[in-house]
Structure formats: structure tokens, C-alpha cells
């Protein structure tokens, strides 16, 4: 077991880490990766925070941190987020016409605080997705021969997801944790093992509690072979 990640919130994780220098390597060993991870990429490559150890006493994460976090399964995972600026107008746009934004200071954005908003989108740099996950699927993961179990695909969109709507709660908690109470996968091509894959997550929409989100799962050939449409739900306030 690796040593637990001294981590507070998930903004503030996002902010400090860096992905480790090994998976850095081995991902860079895959030239279509290349426009995500130079220097001149709009992401920033974070370890992917599910995989994080999260202490002998802590459950948290444990299907991702233990399970398939081995050799034989998944040896390699990173995340890719965008960088500040961008989150901060992503914030902006999606929570411009929620009722229940993540933070108070963004209700009742104005048409001056929107056309402002456009013109800083121009100006900073755009990235097309709010959350990227690359990851290596080792053959111990397959349901048909040296085929990705489908069951383990939609738990890849779920927490890539995961992440994706964390990145966008405020450390003021002024969103509650979000679950999952919709996931909609459609498996369009096999996804063969041993591979290398990103799966982009975007948010779509947001509405009161609800947040919709749309992913895709690609490997080296750029043929979408997944895609997955999700629904989630902040919890009430005071609890579930
Ligand atoms: C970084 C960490 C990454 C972690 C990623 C992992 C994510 C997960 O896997 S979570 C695990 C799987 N999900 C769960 O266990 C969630 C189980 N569900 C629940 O606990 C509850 O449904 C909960 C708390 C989310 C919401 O309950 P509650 O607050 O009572 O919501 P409720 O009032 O019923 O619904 C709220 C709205 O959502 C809608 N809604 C709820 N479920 C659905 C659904 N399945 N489909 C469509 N709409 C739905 C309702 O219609 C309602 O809409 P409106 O406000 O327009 O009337």
C-alpha cells in the first residue's frame, strides 16, 4: 500500500499535484498523446485522484485505489484538467443560468457579466473538455478475448465523471457532493487490451441539483469506441 495523499479539498489537490514522473513517461511514449501533454497543452496532468491511497482506515476509493490499480489491470492513470482560468469561465458559463450555482457570487450573472465572460473565453486558452483520463487497460481486464469488460468501461466513465463534477464544486461547499443517478453507456466498437485510451468528459448542462454530462472513450486511431451520457445530482443540503 503506497502512503495516503496529504490532500484537503479536491480543488486544492487539483491546484498542487502533478502527475507522477513514470506515468508521465510512459504515456509520452504515445505520440497521438502529444498535443495533451507538451508544454503547450491547455491541461495540466494531475494523478488521478481515485487511484490515491486514501488510508488503512479509509474505504474511500478502494475499488479504484486497490482493485484495479495493479500491473495486470491498470498500471497507468493521469488525469488532464484545464487550467484555472479556463475552469474559473467554464464556472461562469455553465452556472450563468443554473438556479443553484456552485457559489453565491455566481447567481444572477448578468448580461454584462456574460458578454465579459466571451471576451476573456477569447483571450484564454480553450480546452475542449473539462476533465481528460488516460489510462492503460492491461489484459487481466477483459470480458471477451483481449476485449475490455463493458462493465468496466461505464465505471471508467463514472469516475472520470466523478472527477470531472468535482473540479467544479467551490471549496465553500456551497454544492453538496454529487452521485450519479443516471449513466447511459453505448458501446460502439470493442475496445481491445492491452491499449491506451483517453475518455473526455465534458459538462453539458446544469440545472438546480441536476448536472448532465456527456464522455467518449478513443485510443490511438481517434475512433470514438465509447460514449456515455450521465445525469447527476447534488445531494439536499443537510443531507441526503
Ligand atoms: C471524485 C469522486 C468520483 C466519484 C465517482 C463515483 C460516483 C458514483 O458512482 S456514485 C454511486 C452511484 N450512485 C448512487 O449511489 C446514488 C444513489 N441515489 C441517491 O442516493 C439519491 O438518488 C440522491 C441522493 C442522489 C438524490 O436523492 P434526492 O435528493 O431525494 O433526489 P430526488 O428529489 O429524488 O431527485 C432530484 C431530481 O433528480 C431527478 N432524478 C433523480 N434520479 C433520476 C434518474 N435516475 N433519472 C432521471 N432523473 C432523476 C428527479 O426527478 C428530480 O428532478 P426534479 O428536481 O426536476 O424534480
Known amino acids: 500500500m503506497s502512503t495516503p495523499h496529504n490532500w484537503t479539498t479536491y480543488t486544492a489537490f ?14 509520452a511514449l504515445h505520440p497521438w498523446l502529444a498535443p495533451l501533454l507538451s508544454p ?14 486514501k488510508g488503512e482506515n479509509n474505504t474511500l ?5 486497490r482493485v484495479i490499480n495493479t500491473n495486470d489491470t491498470i498500471p497507468h492513470a493521469i488525469a488532464l484538467v484545464p487550467g484555472d482560468e479556463w475552469l474559473a ?10 438556479t443553484s450555482s456552485p457559489s453565491s457570487s455566481q447567481q444572477n450573472v448578468t448580461g454584462e457579466e456574460k458578454e465579459q465572460a466571451t471576451t476573456e473565453q477569447e483571450t484564454t486558452q480553450k480546452a475542449e473538455y473539462d476533465f481528460i483520463l488516460l489510462t492503460s487497460l492491461a489484459p ?20 472520470a465523471m466523478g472527477c470531472c463534477t468535482a473540479a467544479f464544486r467551490n471549496d ?12 447511459n453507456v453505448t458501446y460502439r466498437r470493442p475496445v481491445p487490451l492491452p491499449g491506451v485510451y483517453a475518455i473526455r468528459v465534458r459538462v453539458e448542462k446544469t440545472e438546480g441539483r441536476k448536472w448532465w454530462l456527456k464522455g467518449e472513450l478513443v485510443g490511438g ?5 465509447t460514449s456515455a451520457e450521465s445525469l447527476w445530482v447534488a445531494a439536499r443540503k443537510g443531507g441526503l
Do not use: I
Request: net charge negative; aromatic share 14%; hydrophobic share 40%.
Open 140 to 159: 487481466s481486464l477483459s470480458g471477451f478475448t483481449d476485449t475490455a469488460h463493458g462493465g468496466l468501461l461505464s465505471a471508467l466513465f463514472d469516475e
Open 40 to 53: 503547450g497543452s491547455p491541461y495540466r496532468s494531475v494523478p488521478f485522484f481515485s487511484r490515491l491511497e
Open 221 to 225: 486511431d481517434g475512433v470514438v469506441r
Open 172 to 183: 465553500d461547499d456551497a454544492v453538496q457532493e454529487l452521485f450519479t443517478v443516471n449513466l
Open 61 to 65: 476509493d478502494r475499488f479504484f485505489n
Open 89 to 98: 469561465l467554464r464556472r461562469k458559463e455553465l452556472f450563468a443560468s443554473s
Open 14 to 27: 487539483l491546484r498542487t499535484s502533478r502527475a507522477s514522473e513514470s506515468d508521465l513517461k510512459y504515456f
